[in-house]
């Protein structure tokens, strides 16, 4: 059975910093590709950054590039964002998401496998 549970969301200031984490289990994390999508209160969820399966590759939402870092450890079978700069924009629940394959997907339909979400709350 997979598994995705990501941690360290939390109330942060803004201009602060969080990294989340996602640990996965019940699959063969190497051969996956990770990304995470985050969706605020009244919103449709929205892609924020994926990562290939060697770690290789990256893609970013624009709003985020160059705040937010997207890595993984395939032996630790997680994949981490680390969000610089925040603002309450950025306010929402973050969630991972994994999809066997080497490409990178921004499209929250591409994704075979989903965790629970971590809430981040950036206050102004």
């Known amino acids: 059975q997979v598994q995705l549970v990501e941690s360290g969301g939390g109330l942060v200031q803004a201009g602060g910093s969080l990294r989340l984490s996602c640990a996965a289990s019940?699959?063969?994390?190497?051969?996956?590709?990770m990304g995470w999508f985050r969706q605020a209160p009244g919103k449709e969820r929205e892609f924020v950054a994926t990562?290939?399966?060697?770690?290789?590759?990256?893609y970013y939402k624009d709003s985020v590039k160059g705040r937010f870092t997207i890595s993984r450890d395939n032996a630790k079978n997680t994949v981490y964002l680390q969000m610089n700069s925040l603002t309450p924009d950025d306010t929402a629940v973050y969630y991972c998401?994994?999809?066997?394959?080497?490409?990178?997907?921004?499209?929250?339909?591409?994704?075979?496998?989903w965790g629970q979400g971590t809430q981040v709350t950036v206050s102004s």
């Open positions: 998401a994994a999809r066997r394959s080497d490409h990178l997907y921004s499209d929250y339909t591409d994704y075979d496998y």
């Open positions: 019940g699959l063969r994390f190497s051969s996956y590709a």
């Open positions: 990562i290939s399966w060697s770690g290789g590759s990256t």
